[in-house]
């Protein structure tokens, strides 16, 4: 047995014993010593060293500022010194591509997969546990792990596809990347590759590496970050951690410094507190994009001060929240390049951009998590620059945000990928529409008690403020634009504004007098926003999406006051017994309704249908109006009936809708196609013209929307409305 363990005639010793044979690590090997680290090096654990010879360690001290390594203190050195040790034993091949949970019998194939990305090592670097203060204003003990020391291989350049001198020199501009076979070991290009040792490999530096901060103290210690780092700790927290307690507690209880997802928890050694997660540890890194303080002084006084925004402390937490969560990428570490090439994204998957070449030297840190820009100018994300611009820009506008968040509305209305055209409602519209904001949430009293608004509810009414496309408002005429919920509309007229749901009141109650509102265009610092248009509304309160409780089959189905225009239309309905007059509805409209489509109907008016009965022409009644056949009457009514889904059609005909063509009724639709009943809609540009073609009845004149009217559907949740001056 002694035989078969013998160590071969090659082998030349533990790790300490050839460092000290080579002569000149003499430095290294001291401050290992003082360190406490010299029986792992002696043998009693499997190591893989990175070893600065007394050159490059003098260099160093001179730097430091110190006449010698025993200038340092004991922690100090376990930093340090600790920072070239690294756990267990790695060959070249190891280190250029590290393969977690791999064996040495792992295809090219699966070698290929992350190449190089697993760049972390743990090392024996560490710092004590520290005191500090969590959200509650306790006190806790907050566990360190062991630093992790980043490798950067050729391979991991070549998988990114970017290239490695420009890369690398560009956050160590002090260093000479040397790895195009190999690697440099952070800071550090390595002189002699993998000498063997008895308890592991030997790597020999050119230089000594530096230890690394987290991204979190590298904040920390530079003063004008301070801003960004207080944001930022807006999400932070501190958790209790029950197995590193029991393993390294000695009877104190161990927490963890975090901050809130999807925020990266830059505090953290380790992405994972389990030493035994090696794929996590040495592939997550974290890359943060930190504006300085007059990055942010600067934006403040160019975007929120004329906003309305007194300072930084009184801007809406949700604008805050979406620009904090543009200056991170939390899933590996990001090179200037990749920024060029727009190809990091943030949380909410839109392209992270800004000038990498205009980030000072000093300001692009390599740290043991990841990654520090310092950036001394503030790129603001999409949102800001997008139509929801105004929300996040001023302070008046700003309750919006909490619809926008909330509805996950936000993101899309921000793509340059489309156009939009915004109405953003202000505060004071919203509060008099019955919302209010409470702790961060947004709350409504619709059914008299005040509650949270359901995301259902907010959906519609920012779907009701948002039309798709880039809309020029005409300032003279008519308009009609369609908006996010379908069947609903913007009716603008001589550049005022209502909605189609207000609209409805002349359906309503003819009496009544619906109100247009002034529109005024907002832009960002004069210049137009970068997916569309964004206006405000002078309503006295918010747009709501409140349909009436009566549908346009209900009114049409009970309507008998002669003041309204479609009372006759809704009186013969009755007389042809179609109408079930307990319930509302209209027997006809029982499949549309069954399949929760929709209809439009052209309603001659009261005059047009005493016109028509008087000269004979509506089929089941006589001239003086009195029922001569009621099968005959209901199916010629059906005729003014149009099945829109049926049809194809996903809006309401309207000036400018495009709605053109021969469209069938609901004659023909119950008939299930049998019988050639249609309807030709004409939108000309200047009016809406409606002809039945009917296999019974023949075709009729070409009847006309009643102007006085705009040519405004009446939109319902189950149809739309339009009253004609003729019978067809």
């Known amino acids: 047995m002694d035989k078969h363990y013998e160590s071969p005639d090659w082998l030349k010793g533990s790790a300490w014993e050839v460092l000290e044979g080579q002569g000149d690590y003499s430095i290294f090997l001291e401050g290992a010593e003082l360190a406490g680290f010299k029986p792992i090096l002696e043998g009693k654990s499997l190591v893989t060293v990175m070893a600065p010879n007394d050159e490059a360690f003098a260099t160093y001290l001179t730097k430091a500022g110190k006449g010698s390594i025993a200038d340092f203190t004991v922690a100090e050195l376990q930093k340090l010194i600790g920072f070239h040790i690294m756990y267990y034993s790695y060959t070249e091949d190891k280190l250029v591509n590290f393969r977690p949970g791999q064996g040495d019998d792992a295809t090219e194939d699966e070698k290929n997969v992350g190449a190089g990305l697993y760049y972390k090592f743990r090392t024996r670097s560490y710092e004590a546990p520290t005191l500090e203060i969590d959200t509650a204003g306790n006190e806790v003990t907050v566990y360190h792990a062991e630093a992790m020391l980043p490798v950067f291989s050729y391979r991991m350049f070549d998988t990114k596809g970017i290239d490695a001198k420009y890369n690398y020199e560009y956050f160590y501009s002090g260093s000479t990347w040397t790895g195009d076979q190999g690697f440099n070991v952070s800071n550090a290009s390595v002189d002699e590759y993998e000498v063997i040792t008895g308890n592991g490999y030997l790597y020999m530096v050119d230089r000594v590496v530096e230890p690394l901060n987290t991204i979190y103290n590298e904040l920390k210690s530079r003063s004008d970050y301070s801003t960004y780092l207080k944001l930022y700790d807006n999400y932070d927290y501190y958790e209790y951690d029950d197995q590193l307690t029991v393993d390294f507690g000695n009877g104190t209880d161990l927490y963890l410094h975090l901050h809130e997802l999807p925020l990266a928890s830059i505090a953290l050694e380790w992405p994972s507190s389990n030493y035994r997660n ?28 004329p906003g309305g925004y ?84 001023n302070k008046d506008l700003s309750w919006y945000l909490y619809m926008l968040d909330a509805t996950s509305l936000l993101v899309g209305l921000s793509s340059d990928e489309s156009s939009f055209t915004l109405l953003i409602p202000s505060n004071a519209q919203m509060t008099e529409g019955g919302m209010g904001v409470v702790d961060g949430e947004l709350w409504s009293s619709d059914d008299g008690d005040y509650a949270s608004m359901s995301n259902s509810a907010m959906t519609e009414t920012v779907n009701l403020h948002t039309v798709t496309g880039n809309k020029t408002i005409s300032t003279s005429g008519t308009q009609v634009l369609r908006t996010n919920i379908p069947y609903s509309y913007w009716y603008l007229k001589d550049g005022q504004i209502t909605t189609s749901v207000l609209f409805n009141s002349y359906f309503e109650n003819p009496s009544s007098t619906v109100e247009f509102y002034d529109l005024t265009e907002t832009s960002y610092n004069g210049l ?87 000269a004979g022409k509506i089929p089941g009644v006589d001239t003086a109006g009195g029922l001569t056949d009621a099968d005959a009457l209901a199916a010629y009514l059906r005729c003014y009936f149009v099945p829109a889904e049926y049809n194809g059609l996903t809006t309401y005909p309207y000036l400018g809708s495009g709605v053109n063509g021969n469209y069938s009724t609901i004659r023909s639709y119950l008939s299930g196609g049998n019988i050639a009943s249609t309807l030709t809609i004409t939108d000309n540009g200047s009016k809406l013209s409606v002809q039945l073609n009917d296999a019974s009845y023949g075709t009729g004149t070409s009847v006309d929307v009643v102007p006085d009217f705009d040519y405004f559907p009446f939109s319902y949740s189950d149809g739309g409305v339009h009253y004609i001056n003729g019978v067809l």
């Open 310 to 393: 007194a300072n930084l402390d009184s801007v809406n937490s949700i604008a805050m929240r979406y620009l904090i969560r543009n200056t991170f990428y939390g899933s590996s570490i990001v090179f200037p390049e990749e920024i060029k090439g727009g190809e990091v994204v943030n949380s909410y998957n839109t392209t992270i951009y800004f000038d990498v070449d205009a980030v000072p030297a000093e300001n692009r840190v390599v740290c043991q998590n990841g990654v520090f820009y310092g950036l001394e100018e503030l790129t603001p994300p999409d949102m800001y620059k997008s139509v929801t611009g105004p929300a996040f820009q």
């Open 278 to 305: 090696i794929y996590t540890n040495s592939s997550l890194a974290f890359s943060t994009f930190a504006p300085s303080n007059t990055a942010f002084d600067q934006f403040f006084d160019e975007y929120w001060a």
């Open 528 to 614: 137009p926003w970068s997916n569309g248009k964004a206006y405000t509304y002078d309503s006295p309160e918010i747009f709501r999406p409140v349909l009436s409780t009566a549908s346009a089959e209900y009114r049409l189905a009970i309507t008998s006051d002669a003041t309204y225009p479609y009372q006759k239309f809704s009186q013969l309905l009755r007389t042809a017994g179609v109408v079930n007059s307990s319930a509302g509805t209209i027997d006809f409209l029982d499949v549309v309704r069954a399949d929760e489509a929709h209809f439009m109907v052209f309603v001659p008016t009261n005059d047009a249908l005493d016109a028509a009965i008087a």
